[in-house]
């Protein structure tokens, strides 16, 4: 299967080369530039130009119309942008085909024009302050977005977190250059592919290609890209600590740099809620959520703390989590393990076969999964791929102890409790670290792009500038 | 033969990496098997594991049968430490509980101490063990010297220091140990600092003075002495040892090429005799370098890399030489707990059992990989700060060592951006 993993203005010239995957999806040939500085240097002065010349005077209303377009064609299963990354993306990015389309259906889901619009007024309070000044608090307002933003997506496989870079960008009249992973190239080119066909002119003022960061090879490349921006762009950058860290040093200290740093999620469930009735939904929602995108997710829950004491026992719970996430491992199979998490998920299992012998704990193989249910409540690295440590409490009390050594890496919770204790337990840990969403098992996948990601509207940290004017 | 006697007949071998092959593995092979019989009969745990494993000593008949041998984790020695009651600890050993006269403790990377229960036999042994290891492939003699770039072993918890010490110790005696070592780094006044013209005044008073530490550990005290344009030439058959990688400093991380360069600007130690130790945690032993830069594995262990697969019986699978997978390292020595352990790490065999190195020494021998990581998806940020170490007594976290090859389930054939820079045969740390 051949695809494009670029999406460069046209009249900028440049090598072609070939990305070889494979995997056990298949094989796929992903063209993509030979990444140069040459080339990041014309490809960003075309998309600057073109947001100048057009994105610029765009109503923002419009954009939202075309991404919106561009997002129902790709909810199409016949389109032939669908069609190509569902024959390419399982294998670039090891997600099963039926995950995939899941994934890539949230995505439009989330781009139609109304969800784009409601974020814009939750953000902004009237999108239409991009388009002029506008009536507001201190007079008469608008908003201006970065000149240029560069996207960084260091993590990789999980779909969509490109997508969502550069259509925030993109509804706030920013040209946006996308360095996407250079492990799975293609999502970025296929949605700006999309844009071009409802609206070239918008995705005009758009790019993206990849190159493996941090490679000594393109250390001239990543000094233009990230060294070479000014006051008046951005640097935004999805990833590890390392790789944070890594390409904070080389981007220009007057240019705006923002981090998305790795998170995790866990679910905390009352014991009033561990009943014969509910178990089965309980242990269905809950196994939904850490079955999407196999568990690799910044909101996938990792851990599961179950209180004592319900008609339910914790362990009882685990066992029905396990049936549950093996149903959805024949539906919504996981897809390629790295050999890598094969030989720790391998250990995982001695492991838990050693501390069964002593009594400690009890393990199940759902399909394509692994559930532990440790009494000893160990603090082990996630592995994720579906291993999901189920951890029993006396009371929920002791869950914000026990997560202290990472709760500083907290972004989402899910709480199954009467309605009390969600109230209270809302409270509690919305105080805690950087807990940024808080929600219901079997919803923790699901979010408006309205959400404050990490925390943070999408627009904080100066990506858009404001003008007031008051006329006397 | 008893395994025992033919884990004391490696031991006490003039050197034991000089042996004929075939003896060497018979010995191997007896030692390990009866190692097996004794774990199983006397360790009930072990026993319940080795049958959720299905396997049993009766199937152990030849040195190829040995990859069935039930491995533990790592993992799991940290977890009975940090999370079980000292009870559990009881429960994994395998000889009667007041014969324990000693728990080793390193700190790995949950912070919380793993214990390592040992009686007074498996001791004796260990530290013979490792102190043939130091003799043989370090190729050091009774009147050698040793600079430690570190603090002595009261002031350094950390097991490469203690173990380093103890062999030289096993090898000279105490009181020789005591006049023929020297320790670079000072605490007093509750700060480190290295104290340079100690290393210079012991290098003038002659004789063959070899160096020890962590690679870190060498690079400061090159800078210090460039910045006091001081040059020191070490003699031609002074050996520099390295070991612990570079934890906490990772940073500042060169590869092994830049650090035998930088050691050979510095000390004057040709790259031949720059030779870093793969310490391994949880059998309290060492693989060294030979100066082919090939770690040699002692005839009384076993160790060979085992297929990368989530099926727990895959383990068992011996990967072909040459070829990368799961390390696993089993030593009969030790007779108060199954020494027979996985950390997760990679690594594969670049000499054959039955083959001989380039140095004229016994295989096999291993080139380590490191932990291949895995970056996609966002939910790893505990990955990063739990990498494990294999030879980390000091709770420091692990290195980024390279993977040997990219094993991605998603392939990137090509073009290819280069993997292992360099980092080849480099200890994890």
């Excluded at chain 1, 904070?248 to 561990?274: D, Q, S």
């Amino acid at each position: 299967m051949n695809a494009k993993g670029y999406f460069i203005p046209e009249g900028v010239g440049f090598e072609p080369e070939t990305l070889f995957f494979r995997n056990k999806f298949g094989e796929a040939e992903i063209e993509a530039p030979r990444p140069t500085r040459e080339l990041a240097q014309q490809t960003i002065e075309k998309i600057e130009l073109a947001r100048e010349n057009h994105l610029l005077g765009t109503p923002v209303r419009k954009i939202a119309e075309s991404i919106g377009r561009a997002s129902q064609n790709l909810s199409d299963k016949n389109y032939y942008l669908r069609k190509e990354a569902e024959e390419t993306m399982p294998i670039t990015t090891g997600l099963s085909p039926p995950m995939l389309s899941v994934g890539i259906d949230g995505l439009t889901r989330m781009f139609r024009k109304d969800k784009m619009l409601e974020m814009l007024y939750s953000e902004l309070g009237n999108p239409e302050y991009l388009d002029g000044f506008r009536e507001s608090k201190a007079g008469e307002s608008r908003a201006f977005g970065k000149n240029l933003i560069v996207n960084v997506f260091g993590s990789g496989g999980v779909p969509g977190l490109q997508v969502i870079g550069i259509v925030n960008g993109l509804l706030i009249k920013s040209a946006v250059f996308s360095k996407p992973d250079s492990g799975e190239p293609n999502l970025p080119s296929i949605y700006l592919r999309a844009i071009a066909d409802v609206d070239p002119k918008i995705a005009e003022a758009a790019a993206a290609f990849p190159w493996k960061g941090g490679s000594p090879e393109y250390a001239d490349l990543e000094a233009y890209v990230f060294g070479g921006r000014g006051n008046k762009d951005a640097v935004v950058i999805y990833g590890s600590n390392e790789t944070i860290m890594e390409v904070g040093k080389k981007v220009n200290p007057e240019c705006k740099f923002i981090a998305y740093p790795p998170r995790t999620g866990l679910i905390m469930i009352g014991k009033e809620k561990l009943t014969k009735g509910n178990v089965t939904s309980l242990s269905r929602r809950a196994a939904m959520d850490v079955c999407i995108y196999d568990q690799k997710a910044c909101f996938s829950p990792q851990r599961i703390y179950v209180e004592a004491g319900g008609e339910v026992s914790p362990e009882e719970f685990a066992h029905a989590l396990s049936n549950e996430m093996d149903k959805l491992g024949k539906t919504l199979p996981v897809g390629q393990l790295t050999d890598y998490a094969k030989a720790r998920i391998n250990e995982r299992k001695r492991t838990y076969q050693l501390q069964k012998a002593l009594g400690n704990a009890e393990f199940f193989n759902p399909e394509g999964g692994f559930v532990v249910f440790d009494r000893n409540r160990a603090l082990e690295t996630p592995i994720t791929y579906r291993t999901v440590h189920v951890m029993p409490v006396e009371n929920l009390s002791e869950v914000p102890v026990l997560i202290k050594p990472f709760e500083g890496h907290i972004q989402a919770v899910g709480i199954e409790a009467g309605d009390k204790r969600f109230e209270e337990y809302s409270d509690i840990f919305s105080r805690i670290g950087d807990t940024s969403r808080i929600t219901t098992p079997g919803n923790m996948y699901i979010f408006p792009p309205a959400i404050h990601h990490d925390g943070r509207r999408n627009y904080d940290d100066g990506l858009v500038r404001w003008v007031d004017r008051i006329k006397k | 033969m008893g395994y025992l006697e033919a884990c004391d007949t490696l031991i006490n071998e003039p050197n034991p990496f000089r042996m004929d092959i075939e003896r060497a593995n018979t010995l191997r092979f007896e030692a390990i098997r009866g190692s097996f019989e004794h774990h199983y009969a006397n360790n009930g745990i072990y026993r319940d594991f080795c049958k959720a494993m299905n396997v049993k000593p009766d199937e152990i008949k030849t040195l190829d049968d040995v990859p069935k041998i039930a491995l533990i984790t790592s993992e799991f020695f940290k977890q009975i430490s940090a999370y079980s009651d000292e009870k559990d600890l009881k429960r994994i050993i395998s000889v009667p509980p007041e014969s324990i006269i000693k728990h080793f403790t390193t700190s790995g990377t949950t912070g919380k101490p793993s214990k390592y229960p040992f009686d007074r036999d498996s001791l004796i042994r260990l530290s013979k063990s490792n102190a043939q290891i130091l003799k043989c492939i370090g190729d050091v003699s009774d009147d050698d010297k040793y600079i430690f770039l570190t603090a002595d072993p009261e002031h350094t918890p950390t097991g490469l220091v203690q173990g380093m010490y103890q062999s030289i110790e096993t090898n000279i005696g105490k009181e020789r140990a005591k006049e023929q070592v020297r320790f670079a780094v000072s605490t007093e006044g509750g700060k480190s600092h290295y104290q340079i013209d100690k290393i210079l005044n012991f290098l003038g008073e002659g004789g063959v003075v070899h160096l020890f530490g962590p690679p870190f550990a060498y690079q400061d005290v090159a800078k210090t002495l460039k910045s006091s344009k001081t040059e020191v030439k070490m003699g031609e058959h002074s050996k520099a040892f390295t070991s612990g990688g570079w934890k906490g400093r990772q940073h500042e991380m060169i590869t092994p090429r830049e650090l035998n360069a930088m050691i050979k600007d510095a000390y004057g130690i040709e790259e031949c005799n720059v030779r870093d130790g793969l310490g391994l945690t949880d059998v309290f032993s060492w693989l060294l370098e030979c100066e082919h830069k090939r770690k040699h594995v002692p005839p009384w262990m076993h160790v060979s890399p085992r297929l990368e697969s989530d099926n727990m019986e895959d383990i068992k699978i011996m990967m072909p030489q040459g070829q990368q997978g799961v390390i696993a390292f089993l030593t009969p020595i030790i007779s108060s707990y199954p020494a027979f352990i996985t950390t997760g790490d990679l690594g594969l065999l670049t000499t054959g059992f039955d083959e001989k190195c380039e140095c004229g020494n016994i295989g096999p021998t291993v080139k380590y990989g490191g932990r291949s990581g895995d970056p996609r998806g966002c939910a790893l940020v505990e990955m990063e700060k739990m990498q494990r170490s294999i030879f980390d007594m000091s709770g420091s976290k692990a290195g980024s060592a390279k993977p040997i090859d990219d094993p991605a389930a998603t392939t990137q054939r090509g073009p290819k951006p280069p993997v292992n820079n360099g980092y080849e045969g480099h200890a994890m740390l």
